[in-house]
């Protein structure tokens, strides 16, 4: 008891402190220190939560202007810049953007084919064959795109020789082949998951009713993937478009190519990049943004209700 009485006055009974942290500590271990609350300001986290909503924009607003003073200071400004753009519009639309349209349906077309042929060859009961749909999908998928192009621009020759006739292999061809690598594994994903998708049930269903597993595929299962597959397909083809301006790096003649030539032929002013370039970005939202969109709705108007 009288232990107990001289261990409650040290504080280490219930009604006393913790030693370390509100009482001495009796060992020369190292514990825990006493919990001191500090008196200090806040912290600098703290201080840049605490500041208005309109103080990132103030200190912005000088970086932001600085460009347009330089500018106004030389005989080449903004306005001269955005006036020479529009001289040539015509130009790097007709020429260069409708260009790149082009170059993504023709690999979207080819990636396509490819792609559901690939997909379906991974739901194959041929061992070798699914196998090697599975490589060569993982292979594409999983590649740098830029590499990929890179690639196809030096195995590919740029001319072949059939029958003593010379056909040439321009560079854009070689782009749509490059860029139709990639969608078409990721098509064959599309198509793979689609197909695995579909209950089970419908498999048995179909092999009761005496249907072959090729009928089953072509009429049953087929047919309720399309409306599923639709919405990444357009996803895809949308990646597909905005990624065309990599062709640039093989010399395919597209929008930022020309874009390059127009500033060169205006001899180099750096206030024409921000515009040219501004120019291309503004054509690629506005046609793939409305593909985004009706992506979203058809995802909504085609999603399973469980």
Not at 84 to 112: E, R
Not at 292 to 302: G, K, W
Request: net charge positive; hydrophobic share 55%.
């Amino acid at each position: 008891m009288a232990a107990d009485r001289q261990q409650n006055r040290s504080g280490g009974g219930l009604g006393g402190g913790f030693p370390g942290v509100n009482a001495r500590a009796s060992t020369d271990l190292p514990v825990m220190k006493p919990l001191r609350l500090s008196a200090a300001g806040p912290t600098a986290t703290q201080w840049l939560t605490n500041l208005p909503w309109w103080t990132p924009i103030l200190l912005m607003t000088p970086l932001i202007l600085f460009p347009f003073y330089a500018q106004a200071a030389g005989k080449f400004t903004i306005v001269t810049a955005f006036a020479t753009l529009v001289k040539w519009i015509p130009f790097l639309f007709k020429s260069g953007f409708l260009f790149n349209i082009l170059i993504s349906m023709f690999a979207m077309l080819f990636g396509t084919l490819a792609g559901a042929a690939l997909g379906l060859g991974q739901i194959s009961k041929i061992t070798a064959i699914r196998r090697s749909a599975w490589f060569l999908t993982q292979l594409f998928r999983n590649s740098p795109w830029l590499v990929i192009l890179f690639i196809v621009l030096l195995a590919l020759p740029f001319e072949v020789v059939i029958f003593g006739y010379i056909i040439s292999i321009p560079d854009w061809m070689k782009a749509v082949f490059g860029l139709s690598l990639p969608i078409m594994a990721n098509i064959s994903e599309i198509v793979r998951g689609a197909v695995q998708s579909v209950p089970t049930a419908q498999w048995e269903a179909s092999e009761s009713l005496a249907f072959s597993r090729q009928q089953t595929l072509w009429r049953i299962i087929l047919p309720q993937c399309f409306k599923r597959m639709i919405p990444p397909w357009m996803n895809w083809y949308a990646i597909l478009t905005m990624a065309t301006p990599l062709c640039s790096l093989l010399g395919v003649e597209e929008i930022i190519t020309l874009s390059r030539q127009a500033m060169e032929a205006e001899n180099n002013h750096p206030e024409l990049l921000v515009p040219f370039y501004s120019f291309a970005l503004a054509l690629f939202f506005f046609y793939c943004y409305p593909i985004a969109r009706v992506t979203i709705a058809l995802e909504r108007r085609y999603a399973v209700k469980l």
